[in-house]
């Protein structure tokens, strides 16, 4: 059976230290057959000038998905886990469980797959954010403040990683700046 991806919920702003934790223990308990890459996705953006500061070009670098932890691993032929590597994991500091049940992990799909591994092996040179978003197309907002909310992309705002949503509150129209990965595709 080969690797798959799945997707491991952690401790908000732990993510690194849950990803190094977990190579290290992969490395020591010699299961790099069973557990193959762990991934905490990131993107480098350019950081805005400073007034009065140098003209020197730095960077800011955001975690794409805060709170979870990407894992190429492979499971039994009866879908689990594999016991060892199950503790491995459960027993790491942060950690809290998989996406799918409680002992059947669901690997994600192909496609999303390709698209994060597609994110974490961008060039490293900051170049803005492709967004797959159009002005006038119906989103649903995954996750913040207007959850579950529907609107309609109103502006891209590539460069910033924003897209201005306009979604109805108490009847009224209202223009709401979301991060890329907060809201869906209808």
């Known amino acids: 059976m080969a690797k798959q991806w799945y997707v491991l919920r952690v401790a908000s702003n732990k993510e690194e230290q849950v990803r190094q934790a977990l190579e290290r223990k992969v490395k020591i308990e010699g299961l790099e057959d069973k557990i193959g890459r762990v991934l905490v996705p990131m993107d480098r953006r350019p950081k805005p000038p400073t007034r009065g500061k140098s003209s020197e070009k730095k960077f800011v670098e955001r975690k794409l998905y805060p709170g979870y932890v990407f894992i190429e691993m492979e499971l039994e032929d009866n879908g689990t886990i594999g016991e060892d590597a199950w503790f491995l994991i459960r027993e790491t500091t942060g950690v ?71 979604v109805t509150i108490f009847g009224r129209a209202t223009p709401v700046e979301l991060e890329y990965w907060q809201v869906e595709k209808e």
């Open 96 to 166: 809290g469980d998989f996406i799918g049940s409680a002992s059947k992990p669901i690997a994600m799909s192909d496609a999303d797959a390709d698209k994060m591994l597609m994110q974490v092996e961008r060039p490293a040179e900051g170049a803005t954010m492709t967004v797959e978003f159009a002005k006038g197309e119906m989103v649903k907002i995954r996750e913040g403040a207007f959850e579950n909310f529907e609107g309609v992309v109103d502006e891209v705002l590539a460069e910033k990683g924003l897209i201005r949503v306009i």
